[in-house]
């Protein structure tokens, strides 16, 4: 008999048996793909065509918030700050990342990259293939980064790096200015 009612619970759930629930328990939530919106880049964090996807921002006491980025061959964020870092996790294609001052390096579909905070960077796909990763970072002040200038085309084909000094003075003041706005 057991079975006979499992079978119709989940005949008429769609297959899917609903979890029971007991009282006071933590709740699991779960976002189905078919649920998230799917936007376009704002044009002022991003070169070229990028698509954003399952955006999040979990509640205090939690900072952690990301999305699913997938970038257009040829397109790249702007150079942008992390106050308390990032995650990326490759999930396609190819792309290059960057710090300033630092090398251009490359990833793959499968790595995971990390950018220390208040590190002054950038992140796209290559000039030839698409890329998709899904980006984790905490927020501080309710700011999870801090946008800059646009990566111009030199500096994204270009394989020198910049100047450290000048972006290290970029960056601490743009953290003093988060740090003494709490808004």
Request: charged residues 20%; proline residues 7%; negative net charge.
């Amino acid at each position: 008999m057991k079975s006979l009612i499992l079978a119709a619970t989940a005949a008429l759930f769609g297959g899917e048996t609903p979890t029971l629930i007991q009282e006071g328990a933590p709740i699991m939530e779960i976002t189905r793909k078919a649920d998230m919106a799917t936007i376009d880049g704002p044009a002022e964090w991003f070169t070229r065509r990028v698509t954003i996807s399952g955006q999040f921002q979990r509640e205090a006491p939690s900072r952690v918030g990301g999305a699913i980025v997938h970038f257009e061959p040829g397109a790249r964020t702007a150079w942008h700050v992390h106050p308390l870092c990032q995650t990326l996790i490759a999930t396609e294609g190819v792309g290059w990342t960057q710090i300033e001052g630092g090398p251009k390096l490359k990833f793959h579909a499968g790595d995971i990259l990390w950018c220390p905070p208040e590190h002054k960077h950038w992140h796209g796909a290559t000039p030839h293939e698409a890329m998709t990763h899904i980006a984790i970072q905490e927020s501080q002040n309710g700011a999870p980064v801090i946008w800059m200038e646009h990566v111009t085309d030199e500096q994204y084909l270009a394989d020198a790096p910049g100047d450290a000094r000048a972006a290290r003075k970029e960056v601490e003041q743009a953290i003093h200015t988060m740090k003494s706005d709490p808004a």
